[in-house]
């Protein structure tokens, strides 16, 4: 009997000592992980704020109205050069936000440049290697590639701007990838998977959707927002993401 005891005791010792050792190990993992700890993320977040969904610029403070905000209806349908079109209107380009002043894209599924089921890695718009460095070094700014899955440009964040500006998308040659702030904007308060006014966005893909805003200290890093349920995650740039861009000045 003592020695039955006695084992059952050693082998509570035994799994009392390999939890701990478990959560040290993981303590450590966290704290040693380059470039992006947890306190990476609780500062980029607190910076950031796009967790925000009632402002623009993530200060925590609401924005002023845009002129004309209160002059009807938040979404207007837009066409492919720029004109306003009619609520009732069957076919559209993009959308026009009363509420905060921007122009965002409207996804596809024709399977051409603007198809809601292409994906992109992050990159910068000339975010290129140094001229001395390495043939195979990656970008002093973190930036990755062509490494999603799409047609009729490269796979990454900064070659899909390039392409919808050169097409002046509905009359607007300033198109951009949105922060993350912006982005979180259009998410719906009662709709899920996606999270967004499918009425006016259609062809919206429940998923991670790359925004401009990256996670200080850690290069390799930016937010996404998950139009399944409208939260934002960091996630590493070298990810295939969706995209909607948008056109306006940033607030």
Known sequence: ???SVAWATFLEVVCAILLLAALIAALLY???T???SLQDAAVALDQKNPELPNTVNGSGEQEQTPAGADEGPRFVKIDAGGAELSPEAG???CVFD???GLLWEVKRTDGGLQDAEHTYSWAREGDLPDADAEPDAPP????????????YSECDTAAYVREVREI???GASNWRLPEAAELRTLEHPTRYYPDIDTDFFPNTISGNYWTSTEVEKARTLAWSVDFN???PYIAEKRLAHHLRLTSGPVR
Do not use: D, Q
Not at 140 to 151: A, F, H, I, T
């Open 1 to 3: 009997m003592r020695r």
């Open 30 to 32: 966290i704290f040693n």
């Open 34 to 36: 380059p470039e992006a």
């Open 91 to 93: 076919e559209w380009s």
């Open 98 to 100: 009363r509420s905060t």
């Open 140 to 151: 002093p700014g973190g930036s990755v590639y062509n490494r999603g899955l799409c047609l």
């Open 168 to 170: 002046s998308l509905c």
């Open 229 to 231: 349920n409208g939260f």
